[in-house]
C-alpha cells in the first residue's frame, strides 16, 4: 500500500503470451514508478542494438508512482520504448485519465514485446487481459478508433484507451499515442514503434481500488494546493493584449528575478499554454521562421493574428487531465472551419500554434486549428511535423527543392494553404509528405543536396518551440537529455520558478541576476541544469504535469506527497538522488545501445551560430559545448564523452539492480 | 431507480475528476458548466444513472466534497 500496484503486466504480441510479474519493492524505491519503472524494464528486456523497429524493442505504457492517491496533477502516463528517431531511449508523456486506468487494472505499467501477425489491441478489465482483433479499427483515426473500442468494451466502466492513428500504422517516425479524442504522447517516435508491432490499442476498463499508505495526509496537502489554485486568479482586466507587452519586457530584460510560479497558474487558468503565442512571440522564445528569423518578421501583424484571447474565443469548455485543479486544457468549436469536416478540436497547445505559426510566417489560425486536428487523429507530433514544413520551405526558398520535387506545391512562408496540404500529405506518407513523415533528418538524408543545413534538430528529433537562444537552459537540455530536443526537461525559467533551493540542499538559490549569466558556462548555471532534470525525472516517475511542477515546491509538494503516500519518510535531497539515479539509467540506455552522447548536440543554429542580426535575441550566442561538459561533469559523468562514470553507476547502485534484472 | 445519489458541494469542487474515473460504473460525467469564469466542467451524475450509493467517488475525492447516500436509508454513507 505504497501508491504502487508492485506488478507489471508483459505481453508478448509474436506469441500471445500474457504474464504478470512482480516488481520489487526496491525498485519502486530506488527509481519511482512512470519513466523509471519504464528504464528499469526497457534497460533489462532490449538487448544491445535491437531495431527500435523489430520484434526485440519494447514499448510501455506507465502510470505514476503518486497517481490516484489522492494527489494532483499526478494523473500523466508514459510511453517508453526504444525512440525509432533518436535511436535512444524514447519516452512521451500525456495527460487525460489513461494513467489511473492503469493503475485500476492492478499495474503500475504495461509492456509490449514482438510483432502480431495481425493487427490487434489489448484489452484489459476485471476479469483480466486479453488480446482482440483490431483489422475493424486499422486504417481509421485514432478518434473514430477511439469511439469505436469505448462503444464496444463498455460494460460497467466507461474503458479509457491509448490509440494510434494512421501515422503509427503507416511507421511514421514522427507518431505518437493518442489519447482521449486528440490528447497525445507525441514525442520521441512511440507512435512508431506501437504501429511496428501492429498494436492498434491498449484498452483499460478496470476498476480496482488504488491504495496508498496515508490517504488523508495524501488528502491534506492536496486541499492546501487546490486552495491556492482557487484563489489565483488574474484580474478582469488583464485581457489578451497584455500578453504580447509582457513579452516584450521580458525580451528587453537585463536583470531576471524569480517569481511566484502560482502566477502561472493563473495565466494557464485562464488562457492554457496558447497564452505564450503572444508572449514568447515578442519576447525571443519563440523559434520564427524555422529558427533564422525574428520578431522583426513576425511583427505585430502577425503575432496579433494569433494570440491567446483568439485561441480561447473558440473554447466553449475547459479540459482538464485525471486530478487536475488548473485545467489548462479546452475544447473549441471549429465547425465553421475547412468546410465543416470536424465540429470540434481540443484547444490547439502553444507548441502547434508555435511551430504551425511562426516557426512557418503563418498567421491563419484557422488554418492552425484544422491542422491540429488533422494531427490529432493521425497521431503525429505537431513540434516535428511543423519543423518538417519548416525545413522543406527554407529548402525551397534556398531552391534546393522545387516544385517538381513538392508535387506542383508553393511552398512560400506563410502559405497556410500549401501548409495543410503538405500536412495532409505527410499523414497519408504520399508524394513529398512521405520524404518529411519521419522527420527532418531522415528527410534531408532522403534528399541529400545539402539540405541538412536547414534540418534543424538534436539527436535526430526536433525541439520544441522555445529557444534556446532566449534561455540557454533549455538548450543544454535539448543537447544532453537522453531524449534529446525536449523543451520539457529544464530551463532557466522553469528551474526559477520551481524553487529547488527551497528544499534540495545542493540547488543554487536564485535572486535576481543579469540575464547574461544565463549565458555563461559556469558550475553554478550547470548545477541548477542538474537539479532541474533530476527533479524532472522524479516528476516524470510520479505522473506529475510540469505546469503543476512550476508552480513551485513550495506550492506543489511533491516530496510531501511522497512521504505521505509511501511512509518512505526521505528528505528532499534523498528523493533528488532517485531522480538522479532515473536519469542516469536513461543515459546508461543510449550507451548500451551505442549512442555517442556528444552526437547529441542541438543543431548549431540553435546556439547562435551564427547569431541572428535582428530582434530580442541579436547578438545572443550560447556556449553549448562547454555548457554541456559542465552539466555531464556535475552528473558525475565523464565531461568530454558524457558516458556516466564507473563510480557514479556504483554510488547510485545502479549496478546492483541492473545485474539482479 | 438508482438505489443511490451523490450530492456535490460546487463551491468546492474543481472539476478535477477523480470521482469519475473512480465510479466502477461511470456514473459520473462532467457535464455541468459551473459560475467560475473559466467554463470548466462540474461533475454530475448522469440522466439514467444506477448509483448505488456506494461511496466510492466519495472516499476518493481530496477535496472531500461529495456525499453518497443511499436513497432507501436516507442516510450518508461515511467518507471514509
Ligand atoms: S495543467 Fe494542463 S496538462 Fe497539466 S494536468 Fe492540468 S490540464 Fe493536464
Ligand atoms: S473528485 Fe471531488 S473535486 Fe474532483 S471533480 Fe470530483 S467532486 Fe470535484
Ligand atoms: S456512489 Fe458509487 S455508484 Fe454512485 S456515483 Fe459514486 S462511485 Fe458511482
Known amino acids: 500500500m505504497k501508491g504502487y500496484t508492485g506488478k507489471i503486466l508483459f505481453v508478448n504480441l509474436t506469441t500471445g503470451h500474457i504474464e504478470e510479474r512482480t516488481i520489487p519493492d526496491q525498485v519502486y524505491e530506488m527509481l519511482l514508478s512512470g519513466v523509471g519503472l519504464g528504464a528499469y524494464v526497457l534497460y533489462n528486456e532490449i538487448p544491445a542494438g535491437a531495431d527500435p523497429l523489430g520484434p526485440d524493442n519494447v514499448l510501455g505504457f506507465t502510470s505514476g508512482l503518486l497517481t490516484g492517491t489522492g494527489s494532483l496533477m499526478t494523473g500523466r502516463w508514459m510511453v517508453v520504448c526504444k525512440s525509432p528517431l533518436t535511436g535512444g531511449w524514447g519516452d512521451a508523456n500525456c495527460g487525460g485519465y489513461f494513467a489511473p486506468a492503469i493503475k485500476q487494472c492492478g499495474y503500475d505499467g504495461i509492456f509490449f514485446t514482438g510483432i502480431a501477425e495481425k493487427p490487434v489491441y489489448l484489452l484489459v478489465n476485471n476479469k483480466g487481459p486479453q488480446l482482440k482483433d483490431a483489422s475493424h479499427v486499422w486504417g481509421k483515426d485514432a478518434t473514430e478508433s477511439e469511439e469505436i473500442l469505448i462503444a464496444e468494451n463498455t460494460v460497467k466502466k466507461k474503458p479509457a484507451v491509448a490509440v494510434i492513428g494512421t501515422a503509427g500504422e503507416k511507421v511514421s517516425l514522427i507518431a505518437g499515442v493518442c489519447h482521449d479524442r486528440g490528447r497525445i504522447a507525441a514525442r520521441s517516435g512511440v507512435g512508431a514503434v506501437m504501429g511496428s508491432k501492429r498494436l492498434k490499442a491498449v484498452v483499460l476498463a478496470g476498476s480496482k481500488p488504488i491504495k496508498c499508505h496515508d490517504p488523508q495526509a495524501v488528502k491534506e496537502i492536496s486541499q492546501a494546493f487546490a486552495g491556492k489554485v482557487r484563489k489565483q486568479n488574474l484580474p478582469g482586466i488583464v485581457k489578451g493584449g497584455f500578453l504580447p507587452v509582457m513579452g516584450k519586457v521580458m525580451g528587453s530584460m537585463k536583470r531576471v528575478a524569480p517569481l511566484d510560479g502560482m502566477l502561472f497558474a493563473s495565466l494557464m487558468k485562464k488562457w492554457g499554454t496558447p497564452m505564450s503565442n503572444g508572449m514568447s512571440a515578442t519576447s525571443g522564445d519563440t523559434p520564427i521562421k524555422n529558427w533564422a528569423g525574428s520578431v522583426k518578421d513576425y511583427n505585430r501583424s502577425y503575432y496579433s493574428k494569433i494570440n491567446a484571447d483568439h485561441v480561447i474565443k473558440r473554447e466553449y469548455r475547459k479540459y482538464h487531465c485525471y486530478s487536475c485543479v488548473v485545467g489548462c486544457g479546452g475544447v473549441c468549436n471549429i465547425s465553421d472551419i475547412g468546410q465543416g469536416k470536424f465540429t470540434h478540436t481540443h484547444k490547439p497547445e502553444y507548441e502547434t500554434c508555435a511551430v504551425f505559426g511562426p516557426l512557418l510566417m503563418n498567421r491563419n489560425l484557422e488554418s492552425i486549428f484544422y491542422i491540429n486536428e488533422l494531427l490529432n487523429r493521425a497521431g503525429m507530433d505537431s513540434i516535428s511535423a511543423g519543423h518538417a514544413v519548416a525545413f522543406a520551405m527554407e529548402c525551397y526558398e534556398k531552391g534546393l527543392i522545387t516544385r517538381e520535387d513538392t508535387g506542383g506545391l508553393e511552398l512560400t512562408w506563410g502559405n497556410a494553404g500549401a501548409i495543410i496540404k503538405l500536412v495532409e500529405m505527410m499523414i497519408a506518407r504520399e508524394g513529398f509528405g512521405d520524404v518529411l513523415a519521419d522527420g527532418v533528418k531522415a528527410a534531408a538524408r532522403k534528399l541529400g543536396r545539402g539540405t541538412d543545413k536547414y534540418a534543424i534538430h538534436a539527436g535526430g528529433q526536433e525541439p520544441g518551440a522555445h529557444d534556446s537562444r532566449f534561455d540557454p537552459m533549455m538548450g543544454v537540455h535539448y543537447s544532453v537529455d537522453p531524449t534529446p530536443g525536449r523543451h520539457t526537461i529544464g530551463a532557466s525559467q522553469y528551474y526559477n520558478m520551481t524553487r529547488l533551493w527551497e528544499k534540495v540542499s545542493w540547488a543554487p538559490a536564485v535572486k535576481i541576476y543579469p540575464k547574461d549569466e544565463e549565458y555563461m558556462a559556469t558550475d553554478r548555471e550547470a548545477l541548477k541544469s542538474v537539479a532541474g532534470a533530476c527533479y524532472k525525472q522524479i516528476v516524470d516517475g510520479i505522473g506529475g504535469c510540469l505546469f503543476a511542477q512550476i508552480t513551485g515546491v513550495q506550492h506543489w509538494q511533491a516530496f510531501e506527497w511522497l512521504n505521505a503516500a509511501t511512509g518512505w519518510n526521505k528528505t528532499p535531497d534523498e528523493y533528488m538522488l532517485i531522480g538522479k539515479r532515473m536519469q542516469t539509467l536513461r543515459q546508461l540506455f543510449n550507451i548500451k545501445h551505442g549512442i555517442d552522447p556528444r552526437t547529441f548536440k542541438m543543431h548549431r543554429r540553435m546556439a547562435g551560430d551564427p547569431p541572428l542580426k535582428e530582434g530580442p535575441l541579436k547578438g545572443r550566442q550560447v556556449p553549448i559545448d562547454a555548457m554541456m561538459k559542465l552539466h555531464w561533469k556535475h552528473f558525475g559523468w565523464d565531461e568530454n564523452t558524457g558516458v556516466p562514470l564507473p563510480e557514479t553507476v556504483q554510488e547510485l547502485g545502479l549496478d546492483q539492480l541492473l545485474q539482479k534484472g | ?80
Open chain 2, 1 to 80: 431507480m438508482a438505489r443511490g445519489e451523490v450530492i456535490i458541494d460546487y463551491q468546492i469542487c474543481m472539476g478535477c475528476g477523480i470521482c469519475v474515473q473512480a465510479c466502477p460504473f461511470s456514473y459520473l460525467e462532467l457535464s455541468r458548466y459551473g459560475n467560475d469564469p473559466y467554463k470548466r466542467l462540474y461533475p454530475e451524475l448522469e440522466a439514467d444513472h444506477g448509483c448505488t450509493g456506494c461511496g466510492i467517488c466519495a472516499k476518493e475525492c481530496p477535496l472531500e466534497c461529495i456525499t453518497a447516500r443511499k436513497k432507501d436509508e436516507k442516510k450518508d454513507v461515511p467518507l471514509s
